[in-house]
C-alpha cells in the first residue's frame, strides 16, 4: 500500500529570513502474507506491523515481551485470552525473531491472514550457481528448503494446538 504524509520544514535564508515549505512525500510499503483457513478462532488481530484494526477491546497480556512486540485487539477480552494461552505467548514473541512487522488477523468465519515485511519468505536456500553444473543440478533436485516458510508454518501449527478444541 502507500502512506502519504505531509512534512512541514522550516528554512533559514542567508539573509536570516526564516519560511516554511510544505510537502506531501509518498512512499510504497510492501507487504507480503498468506491467507489460510483457520476455524479455532475469529475476531482478533495481533498486531506488530502497524495498520487500523476494528474491534472494540484492547487487551494486554502479563508478559511485557509479549506487550513489547504486540497489540491485542480482539471482539472482547475473553476471545483474546482464549486465544492467547501462556503456550501461545512464547510462541508469539519467538517468531519476531524470524518475521519484522508481523500481523496476524483471524476474522469472522475463521479466516486467518498473517502479513509481514520480508520478501524472503519464499526465497531459496541455494549454494551453487549454474557456473557448477553438476552442483547446481544435485542442488535443484534435492529437496530445497525453505526455512522462514517452515518456521511460519510451524507457528500456526503452534496456534492450532493450542486452540483446537479436539486436539
Not at 502479563?62 to 504486540?70: A, G
Request: contains cysteine.
Amino acid at each position: 500500500g502507500k502512506q502519504t504524509r505531509v512534512v512541514a520544514e522550516m528554512h533559514v535564508d542567508s539573509k536570516g529570513n526564516t519560511y516554511t515549505t510544505i510537502e506531501r512525500r509518498t512512499r510504497t510499503c510492501y507487504r507480503y502474507g498468506f491467507l489460510l483457513d483457520f476455524p479455532f478462532a475469529e475476531n482478533i488481530a495481533l498486531v506488530s506491523g502497524g495498520g487500523d484494526y476494528d474491534y472494540p477491546a484492547k487487551w494486554d497480556t502479563t508478559s511485557e515481551e509479549f506487550n513489547s512486540h504486540f497489540d491485542v485487539y480482539a471482539r472482547d477480552e475473553m476471545t483474546a485470552s482464549k486465544f492467547l494461552k501462556p503456550a501461545v505467548i512464547p510462541a508469539c514473541v519467538e517468531i519476531t525473531n524470524y518475521f519484522d512487522g508481523l500481523n496476524i488477523e483471524i476474522v469472522e468465519g475463521g479466516k486467518m491472514n498473517i502479513a509481514f515485511s520480508d520478501s524472503d519468505v519464499l526465497e531459496l536456500e541455494r549454494k551453487h550457481s549454474i557456473a557448477e553444473p553438476e552442483e547446481f543440478e544435485k542442488e535443484i533436485k534435492s529437496m530445497l528448503s525453505l526455512p522462514k516458510l517452515k518456521k511460519l508454518l510451524s507457528f500456526v501449527e503452534t496456534l492450532k494446538k493450542y486452540n483446537d478444541s479436539n486436539f
